[in-house]
């Protein structure tokens, strides 16, 4: 068995091209993730100021009346309480809900 030797020609270093496309599009991204995050910080609920000079609360049901309810039911309710004065509101104490029964 004869062996043979072959010269093959020496590695060339292949250069990588440095493609400036996708430095421009990440720093496009990150300013445009920025903006976004700056532009949602300040966005709040757009409510009409109702009391000037002190904070006031609105809740839009004062009353929930689900009729009868079966003893160990479950009833749920989602009211939205919300500041329509110019001031912050700031609670002295735990807020708390009275249930009424019989009303």
Same mark, same amino acid.
């Given at each position: 068995?004869? &062996?043979y030797?072959?010269?093959?020609p ?8 440095f493609?400036?496309l996708w430095?421009?599009?990440? %720093?496009?991204?990150?300013i445009?993730? @920025?903006?976004?995050?700056?532009r949602?910080? %300040?966005s &709040?609920?757009? +409510? +009409?100021?109702?009391? +000037? ?6 809740v ?5 009346n689900?009729g009868?309810?079966?003893l ?5 309710a989602t009211? &939205?309480?919300t500041?329509? %004065?110019?001031?912050t509101?700031?609670? +002295?104490? @735990?807020p708390?809900?009275?249930v009424?029964? %019989?009303?």
């Amino acid at each position: 068995m004869a &062996r043979y030797k072959t010269k093959l020609p020496p590695k060339t270093a292949q250069k990588k091209s440095f493609n400036p496309l996708w430095l421009v599009l990440t %720093g496009v991204g990150l300013i445009a993730l @920025a903006l976004w995050a700056i532009r949602g910080a %300040g966005s &709040r609920s757009k +409510t +009409t100021i109702e009391v +000037t000079g002190a904070p006031s609360l609105k809740v839009d049901q004062e009353v929930l009346n689900y009729g009868d309810v079966q003893l160990g039911k479950t009833v749920q309710a989602t009211v &939205r309480v919300t500041n329509v %004065g110019d001031q912050t509101l700031r609670f +002295t104490e @735990a807020p708390y809900v009275e249930v009424l029964e %019989g009303c």
